[in-house]
């Protein structure tokens, strides 16, 4: 089944200790993204990637990084959370970026305390 | 600056009336657009897109957009609302001149009742 894998679906953790929130697709997608969704603000991306070892910001890079080491793979870390980054995320992702429609991953709801 | 807007926060339909979903668009040049819905605790799923051609763009699940320039709007419609399509409703925007960045609009939760 085509799809993209975010892990883990909920977390909750406390200011400053890094995290990982992991994302991949089997669709062969060159295209991948991070967006995070807060109430009033709707999604708002975070990073985007064209392809393997090209990676790019969006509105809110702010406290987060991105890596693209290989195609079906792209993690978000969060080198030193705060409670501001207190969010839903979602990964998704789509065949070139352009004018695709994306996938989106089930989400990840993150709670820094 | 690219932008779009949706002016309503919520949407209150009866079932088997027609129901509209409002989005407005600012972009440099000419625009991607596209609708996704957002059931509760799941991830967004595509509805429609409009990239070139035919004003009237149909989707999924009986749903219809129709792109006016002249308006710089992409509303979405159906003709007659189901109490299943009850969700949370994202116009997005890409300008064509930019390669990764889709803008999203802060939504509308249209709620249909029986």
């Known amino acids: 089944e085509a799809q993209v894998t975010q892990n883990p679906r909920y977390l909750i953790t406390v200011t400053g200790k890094k995290l990982t929130v992991t994302c991949s697709q089997n669709?062969?997608?060159?295209?991948m993204s991070w967006y995070r969704q807060d109430p009033g603000l709707g999604l708002r991306q975070i990073y985007y990637?064209?392809?393997?070892?090209?990676?790019d910001k969006g509105d809110v890079p702010e406290g987060y990084k991105v890596s693209r080491k290989e195609k079906r793979n792209f993690p978000l870390i969060l080198e030193s959370p705060s409670p501001n980054q207190t969010s839903l995320y979602f990964c998704?992702?789509?065949?070139?970026?352009?004018?695709?429609?994306?996938?989106f991953g089930s989400g990840t709801q993150l709670s820094v305390l | 600056a690219q932008s779009v807007a949706q002016p309503e926060d919520q949407v209150n339909v009866a079932e088997g009336n027609p129901l509209t979903v409002k989005c407005t668009y600012s972009?440099?040049?000419?625009?991607?657009l596209f609708w996704y819905v957002q059931y509760p605790n799941r991830g967004l799923q595509f509805l429609l897109k409009y990239i070139t051609g035919d004003n009237l763009v149909k989707g999924s699940y009986g749903f219809e957009a129709e792109f006016n320039k002249s308006q710089t709007s992409f509303h979405l419609k159906k003709p007659s609302a189901l109490v299943s399509d009850s969700a949370l409703y994202f116009c997005a925007v890409r300008d064509r001149g930019s390669q990764g960045n889709l803008i999203f609009g802060k939504g509308t939760k249209l709620s249909v009742k029986p």
């Open positions: 972009v440099s040049g000419n625009p991607y």
């Open positions: 669709m062969n997608h060159e295209y």
């Open positions: 990637s064209m392809n393997v070892e090209v990676t």
């Open positions: 998704a992702s789509s065949l070139y970026g352009y004018n695709e429609k994306l996938f």
